[in-house]
């Protein structure tokens, strides 16, 4: 059975920065595409960053280049969202997925799902 389970959320204030980590069970990150959605109250849910496999292609939404990092370490099996100068536009939940393939970027169907993490920015 696949468990994909995230952690480190909070509240912070705008600027601060927070790690959120993906640990999996089930499966070998590093034999999937990896990435961080989030979804807002009253908003769709979207794509921040994703990894391919082989973590060659790391890829950002605009609003979060440059001041989110995603990584991944195969040998613990999980996955990162390094996100600094937070801002309280960045509040939501934040999910974990995983799915097979190549594509770079956060498009198509994901397979597993975490649970979420609440990330709240205040002003």
């Known amino acids: 059975q696949v468990q994909l389970v995230e952690s480190g959320g909070g509240l912070v204030q705008a600027g601060g920065s927070l790690r959120l980590s993906c640990t999996a069970s089930g499966l070998a990150v590093a034999d999937y595409r990896m990435g961080w959605f989030r979804q807002a109250p009253g908003a769709a849910r979207e794509g921040v960053s994703c990894?391919?496999?082989?973590?060659?292609?790391?890829y950002y939404t605009a609003s979060v280049a440059g001041r989110f990092t995603i990584s991944r370490n195969n040998a613990v099996n999980a996955l990162y969202l390094q996100m600094d100068n937070l801002k309280p536009e960045d509040t939501a939940i934040y999910y974990c997925?995983?799915?097979?393939?190549?594509?770079?970027?956060?498009?198509?169907?994901?397979?597993?799902w975490g649970q979420g993490t609440q990330v709240t920015v205040s002003s």
């Open positions: 990894i391919t496999s082989t973590s060659y292609t790391k």
């Open positions: 997925a995983a799915t097979r393939g190549v594509v770079a970027d956060c498009s198509g169907s994901w397979n597993y």
